[in-house]
């Protein structure tokens, strides 16, 4: 079985050889939105979606095509190092042998955008249920720092951009520390918010959730 990340949504961002493993797969997998990025690559593989409600039986019938010889293909958003652990783990009990081709991260587009370098930047993620306290703790510690720039992935619904700068003002960081929240990016729609902390935190309109918050460092490297 090989796992295919297609990138943040923009069929351009698919690698070369994420494109060549679906063009001779005999069976391509993926949740409906994924699967609709890349079947145009996919030639004459069975196509077959899954949702959270039968993921497991449609992972289990792709292990049984692979088992049987047949080259299947698991696909999702981003790059396999964010945010695809629970995926990985459920293809992993599975299969034996895993080829992982790695994708365009919304991470890389959110660098490119801003201009600023991934060896001076530190990633948070929220997306996790579990930790999400500490997550949150650990970026207030690192913004009071002020030595990296700051990529952050909000978790959809529940902890957005305007809740997290609300909650960063009142646990004493800066409001008028800057911040841009990307949303969308690369796809049909793609916006940038740039402002202030508290302008954030004051902002009513509902984020996409496909966005990512971006935290510059200070001039000078320290808050």
């Known amino acids: 079985m090989t796992v295919v990340a297609v990138g943040p949504g923009d069929p351009r961002m698919l690698t070369l050889r ?4 679906l063009e001779s797969a005999d069976l391509v997998t993926g949740f409906k939105t994924v699967l609709d990025v890349v079947a145009e690559w996919c030639g004459n ?4 979606p899954m949702s959270y409600r039968d993921q497991e039986d449609v992972l289990e019938y792709t292990a049984a095509q692979a088992a049987d010889g047949k080259k299947c293909v698991v696909c999702c958003w981003g790059d396999l190092n964010v945010s695809a652990a629970e995926l990985l783990a459920r293809v992993y009990r599975r299969a034996e042998n895993v080829e992982l081709i790695p994708g365009i991260s919304s991470i890389q587009m959110a660098c490119a955008r801003s201009g600023i370098a991934m060896e001076e930047s530190l990633f948070i993620t929220l997306h996790r249920r579990d930790g999400s306290e500490s997550a949150l703790s650990e970026l207030e510690h690192y913004l009071g720092e002020g030595k990296r720039n700051i990529i952050l992935l909000p978790r959809p619904f529940d902890l957005m951009p305007a809740q997290i700068a609300a909650d960063l003002v009142t646990a004493g960081i800066s409001g008028d520390r800057p911040v ?3 949303q969308r990016l690369t796809l049909e729609g ?3 918010w740039n402002g202030t ?5 004051a902002i009513t309109e509902e984020f996409s959730d496909l966005s990512i918050m971006v935290f510059p ?3 000078g490297g320290n808050h």
């Open 18 to 21: 994420g494109r060549q493993a």
């Open 45 to 48: 593989a069975e196509m077959k």
């Open 180 to 182: 841009t929240v990307y």
């Open 190 to 192: 793609e916006q940038a």
């Open 197 to 201: 902390l508290a302008e954030c935190a």
């Open 217 to 219: 460092r200070p001039v």
